[in-house]
């Protein structure tokens, strides 16, 4: 699988979007882009995934740039319940493993 | 839906003994299983990856006879720890994946995870 980087902290104001960055730029045409979030002591929360085009679930929102070398994960509206690491994890689908890098903390404040 | 429950989410045991864990999904059927393991400040690193029916496949540097993992049926898969060491004390997640959810195939789901403390 391709490497992600990702930012080691962000802060975010509750209420105000979270715009979280992963650079990819060794992203394979077949690899797609997850992210997942792990609370602290929790099991990872899948999040949202995509290959090309942005998507958006009720969680979050993808944004992929045309080249794919690089994703933004959005969450429009943080609250302190979004206080979490988040992953992003490149990975051919079908293929069995994800493998979790360092991910960004992300500390959402009053 | 795509729920992934654990057993116990805690368990403190005495060095030598054996702790089973068990996973389960709960309203799918997993393919495949998956077993993490990841130390206080540290990613997931991956144990093994189990098919139902079939022998677990182990990573590079883990036990296949300290870690006994079942899979023996497609809601269910265990992770025995065998002659538990203080070392082996670590928060151990299982995921669950399915070719056969509609509209999510491939996603894995996790479960809470399980803190193990061996005295």
């Known amino acids: 699988d391709a490497k992600t980087t990702q930012p080691p902290s962000m802060d975010c104001a509750e209420g105000r979007a979270a715009n979280l960055p992963c650079n990819h730029s060794t992203i394979s045409g077949n690899e797609y882009v997850y992210w997942y979030r792990q609370i602290h002591s929790q099991g990872p929360q899948y999040i949202i995934h995509g290959l090309k085009n942005n998507e958006t679930n009720e969680m979050a929102s993808l944004i992929i740039t045309e080249d794919r070398k690089s994703s933004t994960l959005i969450l429009p509206h943080a609250t302190l319940r979004d206080t979490a690491v988040y992953y992003c994890i490149v990975r051919v689908e079908g293929y069995s493993t994800l493998t979790f890098g360092k991910g960004t903390m992300l500390l959402v404040s009053p | 839906g795509a729920v992934v429950s654990q057993h116990p989410s805690r368990v403190i045991c005495k060095s030598g003994t054996s702790v089973k864990i068990e996973c389960r999904s709960l309203d799918f059927q997993a393919t495949t299983m998956f077993w993490y393991r990841q130390f206080p400040k540290k990613s997931l690193m991956l144990m093994a990856t189990?098919?139902?029916?079939?022998?677990?496949?182990?990573e590079q540097g883990v036990e296949k006879d300290k870690f006994l993992i079942n899979h023996a049926s497609l809601t269910l898969s265990t992770l025995t720890v065998t002659s538990a060491h203080p070392e082996d004390s670590s928060f151990y997640i299982c995921?669950?994946?399915?070719?056969?959810?509609?509209?999510?195939?491939?996603?894995?789901?996790f479960g809470p995870g399980t803190r193990l403390t061996v005295l």
């Open positions: 189990s098919n139902e029916g079939s022998k677990a496949t182990y």
């Open positions: 995921s669950a994946r399915s070719l056969r959810l509609a509209g999510k195939a491939d996603t894995q789901y």
